[in-house]
């Protein structure tokens, strides 16, 4: 059964930490992506990775970075945590765009700074 | 990508048909209709996508209109597991880097007994 997992469901940081979330896929997928989603605006994609080491900015990557070693692990990290950073965020990730453009979700994870 | 409009909410019996429009207007040639879902506090789930041909699944049916402007996704016997947000996306289905989506605010079902 194909599995997107996420380090944390739910996380509280200071405003200033470094955050990382991590997420895993098993699917042996090539894409990798991080959305956010807010009340009322829908999911906004930070970043994504269609490859090991690559990435490219999605629609808000500003006070986000990522990392991808591996095939399987794509981690988003908050360099320097604000309030505004609250949210619920999600990994998915997808074959190559050739094939389908399913998306497989994680559970999400709900960060909250204070 | 072209934009969508659904309705922000709508209801449901349990064990009738769900019949979810989503409008699409500027849809171009060479976009595809795909429809997700996202029950409460989890992360979004495929469901189903189409070109120009109607498609079934085993979970549920799309209907998209000839000229391509409009597409509604079907259940055909309600539960109360699929109170849910639907979102309803437009997207070409060409190879090259990765495969953004762009989720709207979709459409509120809440399935009753």
């Known amino acids: 059964d194909v599995k997107v997992t996420q380090s944390s469901r739910y996380l509280v940081k200071r405003t200033g930490e470094k955050v990382f979330l991590e997420c895993v896929q098993d699917m042996d997928h090539e894409n990798m992506f991080w959305y956010r989603q807010d009340p009322g605006l829908g999911l906004r994609l930070i970043y994504f990775?269609?490859?090991?080491?690559?990435?490219e900015k999605g629609d808000i990557p500003e006070g986000y970075s990522v990392s991808r070693e591996k095939k399987e692990r794509f981690s988003l990290i908050l360099e320097s945590a604000s309030t505004n950073q609250t949210s619920m965020y999600l990994c998915?990730?997808?074959?190559?765009?050739?094939?389908?453009?399913?998306?497989?979700f994680g559970p999400g994870t709900r960060l909250t700074v204070t | 990508d072209a934009k969508t409009t659904q309705p922000p909410s709508m209801d449901c019996a349990e064990g009738r048909a769900a019949n979810l429009p989503c409008n699409h207007s500027?849809?171009?040639?060479?976009?595809?209709v795909y429809w997700y879902r996202q029950i409460h506090s989890q992360g979004p789930q495929y469901i189903i996508h189409g070109l120009k041909n109607n498609e079934t699944n085993e979970m549920a049916s799309l209907i998209i209109t000839e000229d391509r402007k409009s597409s509604t996704l079907i259940l055909p016997h309600a539960t109360l597991r699929d109170t849910a947000v639907y979102y309803c996306i437009v997207r070409p289905y060409s190879t090259g880097t990765a495969s953004k989506l762009t989720f709207g605010t979709g459409t509120r079902l809440q399935v009753t007994l």
């Open positions: 990775s269609y490859d090991v080491k690559m990435k």
């Open positions: 998915a990730s997808s074959l190559d765009p050739g094939l389908s453009y399913e998306q497989y």
């Open positions: 500027t849809i171009s040639g060479n976009e595809y």
